[in-house]
């Protein structure tokens, strides 16, 4: 059974910095990922992913150069840090498997940032 865990969630000031975490189970994935999905929007929107084998990431334009996503292989876990957070970063972060950007066959059960001004 392929299970997906977030944590790290948190309530930050504007500037400030989190990171998060994912621990997959039950399979290996080629692609592991972040969406996020804001206060009122209806779709999820890409954020980050990463290729498990060879380590290539892709972000989106609205997070490059302040996000930056990681893997630990041994351990089957995913890292998001985020530093230089903004409040309209505030939404549920969602964790993802064997995704491209628009799509995801696996999802975490999701945790809040919340970014204050």
């Known amino acids: 059974q392929v299970q997906l865990v977030e944590s790290g969630g948190s309530m930050v000031q504007r500037g400030g910095s989190l990171k998060l975490t994912c621990a997959a189970s039950?399979?290996?994935?080629?692609?592991m990922g972040w969406f996020r999905q804001a206060p009122g929007k209806e779709r999820r929107e890409f954020v980050a992913?990463?290729?498990?084998?060879?380590?290539?990431?892709y972000y989106a334009d609205s997070v490059t150069g302040r996000f930056t996503i990681s893997r630990d292989n041994a351990n089957n876990i995913l890292y998001l840090q985020m530093n230089s957070l903004k409040p309209e970063d505030t939404a549920v972060y969602y964790c993802?498997?064997?995704?491209?950007?628009?799509?995801?066959?696996?999802w975490g059960q999701g945790t809040q940032v919340t970014v204050s001004s």
């Open positions: 993802a498997a064997d995704l491209d950007t628009e799509h995801a066959d696996y």
């Open positions: 039950g399979r290996t994935f080629s692609t």
């Open positions: 992913a990463i290729v498990w084998n060879g380590g290539s990431t």
